[in-house]
């Protein structure tokens, strides 16, 4: 059963995001799948708001993360989903939109869960993810053009 609160029902000014300044946005299934990640992220003091962008669009997510991050006062945030999911995925890239339309952001910092394991992400693999011209041309595979 779920327990942690939704980003998407959380107040903007709630009391567990004014008692942390490290704040965490978690794919939802993780909760129920690795409750011993949830620990850890919870024993590094971060305010943990979870999302599922397969249930809740990703522009309300983002809608209210920027209400968050504009009236909190953060040192970081972070994103931490399942790697390969294709609507967790958005995330990450919400998380890069956001902070680009704000002009102005904590810390940025973007974790997968691959194999029951926490790996870091730069911000830089995030941006590539989104241009599949790029992914493809780092891949080294041949790149035609069909126009």
């Known amino acids: 059963m779920y327990i942690l609160p939704r980003l998407i029902d959380v107040n903007a000014k709630a009391s567990i995001l004014r008692q942390h300044k490290k704040l965490l946005i978690m794919s939802r ?16 003091g971060y305010a943990i708001l979870t999302a599922c962008p397969e249930a809740e669009h990703v522009n309300m ?4 993360l920027a209400g968050i991050l504009a ?6 945030i972070a994103v931490l989903t399942v ?10 890239w919400m998380l890069e939109e956001v902070c680009k339309i704000a002009g102005r952001c904590p ?3 973007h974790m997968v869960v691959y194999k029951g394991r ?3 992400v730069s911000s830089e693999a995030v941006k590539t993810s989104r241009f599949l011209y790029k992914v493809e041309k780092l ?7 069909e126009s």
């Open 71 to 76: 009236r909190g006062d953060f040192e970081e």
């Open 118 to 120: 926490v790996y870091e």
């Open 83 to 92: 790697d390969g999911s294709l609507h967790c995925t958005q995330l990450h």
């Open 29 to 44: 299934c993780i909760e129920t799948e690795h409750r011993e990640i949830v620990e850890e992220m919870s024993s590094k």
């Open 61 to 64: 997510l983002g809608f209210k």
């Open 107 to 109: 810390a940025q910092r």
């Open 139 to 145: 891949l080294g595979s041949g790149i035609r053009s």
